[in-house]
């Protein structure tokens, strides 16, 4: 069972009145639509997107019958990236054509489910194959992305492996583990977590095994975010969500490593500002306007209270910001 990260700052700070229309781009197990569904009663829509076949598939839409919400939430099975397409192709049925929108969540990387139960081998505690990818059917011709970390780790060559266990990972010993992949490679296909963690162990000197975070977590991060391509989706989502949004409309991110709230904040003070000239230049030629208010000028973390009872809230950073 997923436990929603931040759920009480994220109600707050969507600002959800009655009636209004929300999209959480992350719907996941819903644990954050369902309560944004409580609270913009008695008519509001949610539309929750999700990469995860699992997430949007019959049996939810079955429980959601149960609970009458299927007039209240649509379900939809793609990647946020394609965000003004999804909200285009709804807006061209006649009966959603004046759905507006007041708030965008996006509660990024992966749920408790998917690491635990769902077999892709995100998780170096269990010995599975190396797939990580979100999307599960391998081919979807929805989704361009059908690339596993088995494949980057067989196949490519050492250089790029090495550039996104630096850039992704921010992973010290990318180098000395690149080299030991390529060797093991030689010999035989690396196909599993266990498999990669061997050679990550042995590729790293023995005081980094006793460190607070695993060794081979930074290389396991590096692999799903080049496996699902999630610093470039985070990306092309955040201009699209602003023009979705209607004027005092909200944008909250929760984001789990600096790679991802690096872009979030980058963005949101670009946005916030009126003019993005290089600081040299003696008059503004951009003629950028500010588009958002910044509404956290620190970010939101999780109480010692949240992360004692749910220990992977621990990284979260939540970023919110308001169209003007
Ligand atoms: C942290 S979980 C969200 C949990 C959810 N907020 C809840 O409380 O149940 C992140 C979800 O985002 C999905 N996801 C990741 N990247 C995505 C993308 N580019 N487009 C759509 N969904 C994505 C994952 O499949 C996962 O289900």
Known sequence: MHIPVLLNEVIENLNIKSNQNFIDCTFGDGGHSMVILEKNKPNGIVIGIDLDEKNISNVKIKMLKLQNLEERLILINDNFANLEKIIEQLHSNDKFKNLKFYGILLDLGFSSCQLEEDRRGFSFQKDEQLNMRYNIQND???????????????????????????????????????????????????????????IIKKATPKWYHFLKIHPATKVFQALRIAVNNELENLKQILPQAIKILEPGGRICVISFHSLEDRIVKQFFKQEARDCVCPSEFPQCVCKHQASLKIITKKVITPTFEEIKNNPRSRSAKMRIAEKF
């Open 140 to 198: 979807n011709a929805k989704f361009k992305f059908n690339l596993t970390a088995k494949e980057i780790i067989n196949k490519w060559p050492q250089l790029k492996i090495e550039k996104i266990l630096k850039e992704y990972g921010e992973e010290r010993f990318a180098k000395s583990i690149t080299a030991k992949i390529i060797e093991q490679r030689k010999i035989r296909p690396i196909a599993t977590t266990f498999e990669l963690k061997e």
